[in-house]
């Protein structure tokens, strides 16, 4: 028997081409640039400052998000149990997340700031001594500072995914539970919430896989400073690369975070066939 | 009593979401004796439009722009024209055992690809190419940067329109490719403006790549721009607060265009927005 070559090949090929070229060979670049020094890898176990990159990773990552899924189901639940008004709200409540990531961290520049910043200007108003409250310049604020940020600007993706999950449960299992006499938080917990799990789970992992690559914000608020308070796995990366030009150590270590994404992107995988 | 607290609670998350804009824009607005005022200065201040001429006239802001707008449109354009027939392909044609879905989710696995992983190998292959601080360089980055996000969503629309329609209009003697253009795409161009514009906002709001591959002033992104700014010892605040404004105007006006496929679109597809 002939094979013979599908026809939707053809269509699907350039973006193949594409991709291959601009996705696949980069890494295999990468895997050789790593490999050209064989002292990358152990390098990696000896590094303190790639520890300290990779726990203040994983700090932020679990604390944003953590954060940010509960105070977005919560406002899920509470913009969806309005009569009036819910697209207003929803609107609002969208923007911090669509602004450039570069134009909310100036704004935040400019609420942080000791001297000037409008957060301690409005703390002083109401009688606070502002004087210790140095926020992304104290070395013990900085991280926090850094976390509070990335709540206020992707607390609104949560709340949309969450938002959209809690119109598609049908009406029919809530009515039944209620006609059954289950009060409002039973309902929330026995109903609503495994209905919305997979929802829920998919929200998490995209914005999981999103922190754990986190540049952008950090970059303009601390440039990874106090020192290296802020420092993050994608910031050291980018500062041997291309403060030290050492690539090829670059190189190794964005295999450790592309292992994690990874991890993340076989479950984010799962979740999106199942449904 | 229970209604007026979740109106306020309501209220309190929406002003904590919209403040620090506000601020930004008063900011921009504000004289250089006001900006840092003690106390914070909401309202009723003197308005003056110094910082935007500034910003876009003495300042090089205005190039910036300019490469922001080139670099979102051809890209944008340049992943649709290779995405669309992908995923045209992908959704109407029989593939054995499988492999339409194995390559659709490949496909979409490069786009989960930290960027930091592939910003080091192709920042050497652009130096090597001589595409760094060029449009050409950036652009054909972007173009592989949106190319899976394109497949996957044109796909989702494709396999939303029945495929009896475009049977039809072959056995009336339009080819394949006729079909798609006159018959199918009429049919998904909501799909396909939602598309574009994420496109459009994600190259318009692209940061780490532009940082790397563009270092040169003439070559610089909107983005870069203000960053290279924020960075320096002594800021301008007001034209860099400006600028900033000017960066997120597009984005929030596209994005309210295309508010009925957040949803979707941010989920790559898997919450049916």
């Known amino acids: 028997m002939k094979r013979r070559v599908p026809e939707g090949f053809w269509w699907v090929l350039p973006a193949l081409v594409v991709l291959v070229s601009l996705s696949i060979y980069p890494l295999i670049y990468s895997v050789k640039l790593s490999l050209s020094n064989p002292g990358n890898f152990s390098r990696l176990f000896s590094d303190r400052l790639f520890a300290a990159a990779g726990v203040q990773t994983i700090v932020l990552t679990a604390a944003a998000l953590t954060v940010e899924f509960l105070l977005g189901l919560a406002l899920a639940v509470l913009i969806d149990s309005l009569a009036r008004g819910r697209a207003f709200f929803r609107t609002g409540l969208l923007v911090p997340m669509l602004l450039p990531p570069v134009v909310a961290a100036v704004a935040w520049r400019l609420i942080y700031n000791p001297q000037f910043g409008m957060l301690n200007g409005m703390l002083r108003q109401i009688g606070f001594n502002t004087e210790w409250l140095t926020w992304t310049s104290g070395q013990n604020s900085a991280l926090a500072s850094v976390i509070l940020v990335d709540v206020w600007e992707w607390t609104p993706f949560l709340f949309l995914l969450l938002s959209a999950g809690l119109q598609a449960i049908p009406p029919e299992p809530l009515e039944a539970a209620r006609i059954d006499g289950a009060g409002a938080w039973r309902i929330f917990r026995d109903v609503t919430l495994p209905l919305l799990k997979p929802t829920i789970l998919l929200a998490l992992l995209l914005r999981a896989m999103d922190l754990v690559r986190i540049f952008d914000q950090i970059f303009i608020l601390t440039q990874g400073g106090p020192g290296t308070a802020t420092e993050t796995v994608s910031l050291y990366i980018y500062r041997t690369a291309f403060r030290f030009s050492n690539f090829g150590y670059a190189a190794a270590m964005s295999f450790v975070l592309l292992a994690a994404t990874m991890l993340f992107s076989r479950g984010l995988m799962r979740v999106m066939r199942s449904r | ?273």
């Open chain 2, 1 to 273: 009593m229970k209604t007026a607290l979740k109106y306020l609670a309501a209220s309190i998350a929406f002003i904590v979401a919209i403040a620090p804009v506000y601020w930004l824009i008063t900011i921009s607005l504000k004289r250089e004796v006001d900006q840092f005022a003690y106390p914070p200065q909401w309202a009723g201040f003197v308005v003056t439009l110094e910082h935007y001429k500034e910003a876009f006239g003495s300042s090089s802001f205005s190039a910036y722009f300019l490469n922001s707008v080139l670099l979102a449109g051809i890209s944008t354009s340049a992943a649709l024209l290779i995405g669309v027939p992908a995923a045209y392909g992908l959704a109407r044609f029989e593939w054995p055992a499988n492999w339409g879905d194995r390559i659709g989710d490949w496909i979409l696995s490069t786009r989960m690809l930290p960027p930091i992983v592939t910003i080091v190998p192709l920042f050497l292959m652009l130096r090597e190419a001589r595409l760094l601080n060029s449009l050409v360089g950036l652009s054909i980055v972007y173009t592989a940067f949106n190319l899976p996000f394109v497949v996957w969503m044109m796909r989702g629309f494709f396999d939303e329109v029945p495929r009896e329609i475009e049977e039809a209009a072959m056995l009336d003697g339009e080819s394949r490719v006729g079909a798609l253009l006159r018959i199918v795409l009429p049919l998904v161009k909501p799909g396909l403006a939602a598309t574009a514009v994420f496109c459009l906002v994600v190259a318009w709001n692209e940061f780490l790549f532009a940082l790397i591959l563009t270092q040169t002033e003439a070559a610089m992104t909107l983005p870069v721009g203000i960053a290279s700014r924020v960075t320096q010892y002594e800021i301008k605040w007001g034209a860099m607060s400006a600028a900033g404004v000017v960066a997120m105007l597009p984005v929030l006006v596209f994005a309210s265009a295309a508010q009925k496929y957040l949803v979707r679109g941010l989920s790559l597809g898997a919450v049916k927005g």
